[in-house]
């Protein structure tokens, strides 16, 4: 990168790709993901550790150009943690400018009161067994509405009752979709829909289609 475009910098950068998207309500449709670098979390069952450092620097006008190449209106903004970089609210306001249908994959340590309303915020409640179980910040509770979805990532019983607990005392009115996702490594998808289905609790299981087209480890996908 030249000289020029470093004054220019906007965003650090772990990769950018064009696949189907996993996860979400959005889950199936082809999206360019923009993977930012750095999270302050370190999760037990984290997939992306190699977006805690690698990146490169960007400037908008060469994000915007490569997620252009792609021809969809989809654009999943991801990590690492995106909302650390504080350029990111101007880059995901500046997209739904562009009329681009953009989503926002957060750890919900951070209070999503600077992301612009038309983004679609996947938050997730971190479940004890992630080792992050205190990092939420309450007050995304607010944003019990439509665009918004709340994630838990059950990685074992413990969990799933927990997660039951967090649902019945803080979502039990919400407009929100709430999503039920095993811990790919931990445990399989029919136990958690046994689980699901045995204690009549009213959440969405949530797969991460893309693990299952490709596999747990492949990058770009
Ligand atoms: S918040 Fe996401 S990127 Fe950060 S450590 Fe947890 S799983 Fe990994």
Same mark, same amino acid.
């Not at 450092?53 to 908008?60: A, F, I």
């Not at 509405?145 to 005392?169: G, L, M, Q, R």
């Given at each position: 990168? !030249?000289?020029?475009?470093q004054?220019?910098?906007?965003?650090?950068? *772990? &990769?950018?790709?064009?696949?189907?998207?996993g996860?979400?309500?959005?889950?199936?449709?082809?999206?360019?993901?923009?993977?930012?670098?750095?999270?302050?979390?370190? +999760?037990?069952?984290? !997939?992306?550790?190699? @977006?805690? &450092?690698?990146g !490169?620097?960007?400037?908008?006008?060469?994000?915007?150009a490569?997620?252009?190449?792609?021809?969809?209106?989809?654009? +999943?903004?991801?990590?690492?943690?995106?909302?650390?970089?504080?350029?990111?609210?101007?880059?995901?306001?500046?997209? +739904?400018?562009?009329?681009?249908?953009? #989503?926002?994959?957060?750890?919900?340590q951070?209070?999503?009161?600077?992301v612009? #309303?038309?983004? $679609?915020?996947?938050?997730?409640?971190?479940?004890?067994?992630?080792?992050? $179980?205190? @990092?939420?910040?309450?007050?995304?509770?607010?944003?019990?509405?439509? *665009?918004t979805?709340?994630k838990?990532?059950?990685?074992?019983?413990?969990?799933?009752?927990?997660? *039951?607990?967090?649902?019945?005392?803080?979502?039990? *009115?919400?407009?929100?979709?709430?999503?039920? @996702?095993? #811990?790919?490594?931990?445990?399989? &998808?029919?136990?958690?829909?046994?689980?699901?289905?045995?204690?009549?609790?009213?959440?969405?299981?949530?797969?991460?289609?893309? $693990?299952?087209?490709? #596999? @747990?480890?492949?990058?770009?996908?």
């Amino acid at each position: 990168m !030249d000289s020029l475009n470093q004054m220019y910098t906007m965003l650090k950068i *772990n &990769e950018i790709f064009y696949s189907i998207q996993g996860e979400s309500t959005y889950a199936g449709l082809p999206t360019v993901f923009v993977r930012t670098t750095g999270c302050p979390l370190r +999760c037990t069952y984290c !997939d992306t550790k190699y @977006s805690y &450092e690698e990146g !490169d620097d960007y400037t908008s006008e060469q994000l915007f150009a490569e997620i252009k190449s792609h021809g969809t209106k989809y654009v +999943c903004i991801t990590g690492g943690e995106p909302l650390i970089q504080k350029n990111i609210y101007a880059f995901m306001k500046k997209l +739904c400018d562009l009329d681009y249908i953009v #989503s926002l994959e957060t750890s919900g340590q951070i209070f999503c009161d600077k992301v612009d #309303s038309r983004v $679609k915020k996947v938050i997730d409640i971190k479940t004890p067994a992630s080792g992050a $179980k205190d @990092s939420f910040d309450e007050r995304n509770l607010k944003y019990q509405d439509v *665009n918004t979805e709340f994630k838990f990532v059950i990685c074992n019983e413990d969990d799933f009752y927990w997660s *039951n607990d967090f649902v019945a005392k803080h979502l039990s *009115n919400a407009h929100s979709p709430i999503l039920y @996702s095993p #811990s790919f490594d931990n445990h399989d &998808e029919k136990w958690l829909a046994e689980k699901i289905l045995l204690k009549k609790i009213k959440v969405r299981l949530h797969l991460q289609q893309h $693990k299952y087209i490709w #596999s @747990s480890t492949d990058r770009g996908v």
